[in-house]
């Protein structure tokens, strides 16, 4: 469990909308996880959740809307639920003379702890001053380390091995490439109140879940026709059979497929570097 | 035995309470929580603890600091000691969702959790 502190960096203002540093709170974009019952009034009205020999539980919404915030995080790389996590990225040096560009492997950054230069054995040999890094792009899980400041000497070598950081430095500039050399320390989220999610995000879940429970309860509807006849007398009715809910499904998918697209442009975006 | 627990309102009494999938807070002002032990390996029949049992329901936090532990008391220690409550002060908001139970018996100890078991509405909902 970590213990936050308020030397930390972490980004002006709000993580959903991004950029924001200020809301009216006129109008909700964020909200807790979605419930079951949620789920069911928005997504699932008319859709019966009770059949002849079984019934959709307030257990099976709530495991599908665990799997749904699952696959989510796994397919666009967020953390919904906030994740403190420790990468090792590479050097390479065209990243390094452009402002030491790095970007996590997971985001948005909601809070960077350190970067600094940590040896194979564990040592840390040189921590990147909090003041030079620009928080400013870390909803797109972009890191810049910019020294352009009034107190452009200034130093500070918190938890590190001030020396052999320096040298280190200095020579990077004959090196090309290192495999393992920045460690960041960060934790992911996609909003700075834990709990709370941008509503799309909530929508992309209750749409997942109530997909996923859509398809159970269309199972439910075997038969496409049925026939009664007696002493000449017959009664005959067809319909979709297991595809009843077929198109409700295929709606919910071009919602999902809609808000995905969204959301990663909205919390990631693709950036070069390289020599002019 | 498969100790869990189902989330309660309105209780009135222990003969008069309704059940919900997960507990409601609002932000701003004091909350107090209801739940009842169950058994799941018995069709979810009420579990009565002993008489000298604890409970500690903890909403956790990735934050140590946003993190809240409250000891839990039975509200009908003679008729039904199924039935507890904690209470939680205006300033205490639970965040994550989540809630863990740990219940100490003479017998030994048994801990569960609840996912998505509190739902708290912000005030500020402009924005997270």
Redesign the interface.
């Known amino acids: ?4 502190f308020p030397t930390q960096k972490t980004g002006a203002g ?4 991004v950029y ?1 540093t200020g ?11 979605i ?3 949620e789920v069911q009034s928005r997504y699932m009205k008319n859709i019966p959740t009770k059949f002849a020999h079984d019934e959709l539980t ?1 257990d099976d919404f ?1 495991d599908q ?2 799997l749904a915030i699952n696959r989510i995080e796994l397919e666009l790389d967020i953390d919904i ?4 996590r420790t990468e090792k990225h590479p050097y390479t040096h065209t990243e390094y003379i452009n402002y030491c560009f790095l970007r996590t492997k997971m985001g948005p950054i909601m809070r960077l702890e350190h970067i600094c230069v940590r040896s194979a054995n564990g040592e840390n040999l040189y921590e990147i001053p909090p003041q030079w890094i620009d928080p400013g792009n870390f909803h797109f899980r972009q890191i810049n380390v910019i020294p352009l400041m009034s107190t452009y000497g200034i130093n500070q070598f918190s938890n590190s091995t001030q020396p052999a950081g320096l040298v280190l430095l200095t020579i990077m500039g004959g090196l090309g490439f290192i495999p393992s050399y920045w460690e960041i320390k960060y ?1 992911s989220g ?9 509503v799309p995000v909530n929508e992309l879940i209750g749409l997942e879940a109530a997909h996923k429970m859509i398809s159970m309860a269309q199972a439910a509807n075997t038969k496409n026709s049925v026939s009664i006849s007696q002493d000449g007398l017959s009664q005959s009715s067809s319909g979709p059979g297991p595809e009843v809910y077929k198109r409700r499904m295929d709606d919910i998918q071009d919602q999902i497929d809609l808000i995905k697209r969204s959301l990663k442009k909205r919390f990631s975006k693709k950036f070069l570097t390289g020599f002019a | 035995m498969n100790i869990n627990n189902v989330f309660l309102k309105n209780v009135d009494s222990y003969n008069d309470f309704q059940t919900q ?2 507990w409601q807070v609002q932000e701003g002002q004091p909350n107090d929580l209801y739940f009842r032990l169950i058994d799941k390996d018995r069709d979810s029949l009420r579990y009565i603890p002993d008489a000298l049992a604890t409970i500690t329901v903890e909403f956790p ?7 809240i532990s409250k000891t839990a008391s039975m509200v009908y220690s003679g008729e039904d000691r199924s039935i507890w409550k904690i209470s939680l002060t205006d300033a205490e908001i ?4 989540g809630v863990k139970f740990s219940m100490t018996e003479p017998s030994g100890n048994k801990k569960w959790r609840a ?2 078991g509190v ?10």
């Open positions: 469990m970590t213990m936050y709000l993580a959903y909308p924001a809301v009216s709170d006129s109008l909700t974009r964020a909200e807790p996880i419930t079951p019952a307030v709530k809307i665990k639920y906030p994740v403190e934790t996609v909003s700075k109140t834990e709990g709370q999610v941008p | 999938n997960e936090s990735i934050d140590q600091l946003t993190t639970p965040i994550s969702g996912e998505g739902k708290t509405k912000m005030l500020n909902v402009g924005g997270c």
